[in-house]
């Protein structure tokens, strides 16, 4: 069974940094590119970042570009997203999702960010 | 690159059919055919339920269904459940830097 646990969230003041971290298990990790996901309260769904299977080429949304970094470890089928300068708006819940062809085939249950003073 | 236009809420008796649409522009959902649909119950992680505008991943009821024409998607839900009662997010590939976009979210309520 294909699964992904994140974890790594929590609160922290504004200019703090974050390291989230995503387990991956049931599935040839090394074989699929991987993304981050996220969801403000109450808002709906923003991709976030996503990184090629060998780790060559990673993408970002406008607004975490120059703050965040996504990167994996194939050896250890672990996914991680390092977090810094965070803002308010970053305030989500994180999610870790495989991308299989184009599309997010399956989702962890996420980590909760809370960047608040 | 804005978000894909969906309506923030639709609704529907049980055992009725739905639609929600999903437009974007000629730059995504009209230029590729890589439009998913996604359900998410509250305080749940969001699960595929169409991808490639039309296909059903294994396990998926076919009362799901999706379709497109030019810059818009669909997604139709025949026979309404009371567990059908969710969010609906629609995402398309965009081939940029930023491969990604999702919609707002529709609120589907079952009466």
């Known amino acids: 069974e294909v699964q992904v646990v994140e974890s790594g969230g929590g609160l922290v003041q504004p200019g703090g940094s974050l390291r989230l971290s995503c387990a991956a298990s049931?599935?040839?990790?090394?074989?699929?590119?991987m993304s981050w996901v996220r969801q403000a309260p109450g808002k709906g769904l923003e991709w976030v970042a996503n990184?090629?299977?060998?780790?060559?080429?990673?993408q970002y949304v406008d607004s975490v570009k120059g703050r965040c970094t996504i990167s994996r470890d194939n050896a250890k089928d672990s996914l991680y997203l390092q977090m810094n300068s965070l803002r308010a708006e970053d305030t989500a819940v994180y999610y870790c999702?495989?991308?299989?062809?184009?599309?997010?085939?399956?989702w962890g249950q996420g980590t909760l960010v809370i960047v608040s003073s | 690159q804005s978000a894909l236009t969906q309506p923030a809420s639709v609704s529907g008796s049980p055992g009725q059919s739905i639609t929600i649409s999903c437009t974007g522009t000629?730059?995504?959902?009209?230029?590729?055919?890589?439009v998913s649909w996604y359900q998410q119950h509250p305080g749940k992680a969001p699960k595929l339920i169409i991808y490639?505008?039309?296909n059903r991943p294994s396990g998926v009821s076919s009362r799901f269904s999706g379709s497109k024409s030019g810059n818009a998607a669909s997604l139709t839900i025949s026979g309404l459940q009371p567990e059908d009662e969710a969010d609906y997010y629609c995402?398309?590939?965009?081939?940029?830097?930023?491969?990604?976009?999702f919609g707002g979210g529709t609120k589907l309520t079952v009466l």
């Open positions: 999702a495989t991308n299989q062809d184009y599309t997010f085939s399956s």
């Open positions: 049931g599935f040839t990790f090394s074989r699929y590119w």
């Open positions: 990184i090629k299977e060998d780790g060559s080429v990673k």
């Open positions: 000629s730059r995504d959902v009209g230029r590729y055919n890589y």
């Open positions: 490639d505008v039309s």
């Open positions: 995402s398309s590939y965009t081939g940029t830097s930023s491969p990604w976009i």
